[in-house]
């Protein structure tokens, strides 16, 4: 079956540690996205990848780092920069739009919590 | 930051009755609009989406009300039902970018 898988489920990290998390796609989808979510917040948009080994800053990316080196994989860090990491982490991927075609529909996999201690 | 302002932020709507969520946008270059809905723990799933060279769309029980001109558009869920209660996104795409610009959600609880 095709899509997103997203590892582990939960996740529990004392502070100043760094932890990684799981993003895996068989959409064959060449963008992908992390998002965090708090409540009431909505998503917010950490990076973004629309090829392998390229990838932008979303809107709060600090103390969270990326890689992108297959196009099935897109792990995101969060290292002991961020200040308030305890959140649910999505990842989504998507075919990326280009100019004068219709939009492609991001899909999300079943997310990460990830709970500092 | 461009944003995408939803409202209300929580909804509580009899078994049968209508449920409305709207969403209001400034950037001019959006040209897609989707809706997701999200069950607790779960990621979001698209509901359904919407154009601006169109006003209404449908698909079965929920309905996408879009007013170009208010720079508004709207999600309408008709017979409500117990298993719609969720917390439901609206989101905007600017055209030539794969960037989903978010609303901050709204968590309908549909009472049986």
């Known amino acids: 079956d095709g899509g997103i898988t997203q590892s582990p489920k939960y996740l529990f990290r004392k502070e100043g540690q760094n932890v990684t998390l799981s993003c895996e796609q068989n959409?064959?989808?060449?963008?992908m996205y992390w998002y965090r979510q708090d409540p009431g917040q909505g998503l917010r948009l950490i990076y973004y990848?629309?090829?392998?080994?390229?990838?932008q800053k979303g809107d709060i990316a600090e103390g969270y780092s990326v890689s992108r080196e297959k196009k099935e994989s897109f792990p995101l860090t969060v290292t002991s920069a961020q200040k308030n990491p305890t959140a649910f982490y999505l990842c989504?991927?998507?075919?990326?739009?280009?100019?004068?075609?219709?939009?492609?529909?991001?899909?999300f996999g079943p997310g990460t919590r990830l709970t500092v201690l | 930051q461009q944003q995408v302002k939803q409202s209300p932020q929580s909804l509580i709507v009899q078994k049968g009755g209508i449920s409305i969520i709207n969403c209001a946008y400034e950037?001019?270059?959006?040209?897609?609009f989707p809706w997701y809905q999200q069950f607790p723990g779960k990621g979001p799933a698209l509901l359904i989406a919407?154009?601006?060279?169109?006003s209404e769309k449908k698909e079965g029980r929920f309905t996408i009300s879009f007013n170009k001109s208010a720079k508004q558009f709207s999600l309408h869920i008709m017979d409500s039902q117990p298993g719609d209660s969720a917390t439901y996104f609206c989101?905007?795409?600017?055209?030539?970018?794969?960037?989903?610009?978010f609303g901050k959600g709204t968590m309908l609880l549909v009472s049986p």
């Open positions: 919407i154009r601006p060279d169109v």
């Open positions: 959409l064959n989808h060449d963008a």
């Open positions: 989504a991927s998507s075919i990326p739009t280009t100019w004068g075609t219709h939009t492609d529909t991001q899909y």
């Open positions: 989101a905007a795409q600017e055209r030539g970018y794969s960037t989903l610009t």
């Open positions: 990848s629309q090829i392998v080994n390229d990838f």
């Open positions: 950037n001019t270059a959006f040209d897609y």
